[in-house]
């Protein structure tokens, strides 16, 4: 069993920046490419970012693209992810999700992750 606990959330103004954690535990960190998601009030969940298991490709929404970054020290066994310059459409509950499987052709997916963390709020203040 993999457990994933978020951490980093809160309140910040538009333009603002926040870093996310996702501390994993259970299994080897390394053995899983890992992903950030958000799910804001009546939508759907929507992919954020992906980073694969040695840490070097990344994969990005053209939302967060050039604001967002994901990062993995598997010495740590933390997933991380760096938010700039915020927006009010960046307001939702965050989670980091994680999958065994490296090379994914369907990485913005939900269901190509297998585990999940409970999520931590995000508000940007406009």
């Known amino acids: 069993q993999v457990r994933l606990v978020e951490s980093g959330g809160g309140l910040v103004q538009a333009g603002g920046s926040l870093r996310l954690s996702c501390a994993v535990s259970?299994?080897?960190?390394?053995?899983?490419?890992m992903g950030w998601f958000r799910q804001a009030p009546g939508k759907e969940r929507e992919f954020v970012a992906r980073i694969r298991r040695a840490g070097i490709l990344t994969y990005y929404s053209d939302s967060v693209r050039g604001r967002f970054t994901i990062s993995r020290d598997n010495a740590k066994n933390t997933v991380y992810l760096q938010m700039t310059s915020l927006k009010p459409e960046d307001t939702a509950d965050y989670y980091c999700a994680a999958s065994p499987v490296d090379y994914s052709g369907t990485y913005y997916s939900p269901d190509s992750y297998d585990y999940w963390g409970q999520g931590t709020q995000v508000t940007v203040a406009s």
């Open positions: 259970g299994r080897t960190f390394s053995d899983y490419a």
